[in-house]
């Protein structure tokens, strides 16, 4: 279990790095759709799987 939650933690953390750091991040200034794109990342993919990683679960 505790495999499954890091490799689900590193998938959302992997999904952030591509959104924010690949070239999505310059493209996202001019053109609105590449800047949708960043949003379709991070909001439906990588959010998710770090919330189901429960990185700090009580």
């Known amino acids: ?3 499954q939650k890091s490799l689900v933690y590193a998938a959302g953390w992997l999904f952030v790095a591509v959104a924010l750091v690949s070239p999505f991040d310059w493209l996202s200034d001019v053109p609105l759709s590449a800047h949708r794109v960043q949003h379709e990342i991070l909001i439906p993919l990588a959010a998710p799987l770090l919330v ?3 990185p700090i679960a009580a």
Do not use: D
Request: hydrophobic fraction near 65%.
């Open 1 to 3: 279990m505790l495999v």
């Open 52 to 54: 189901l990683s429960r």
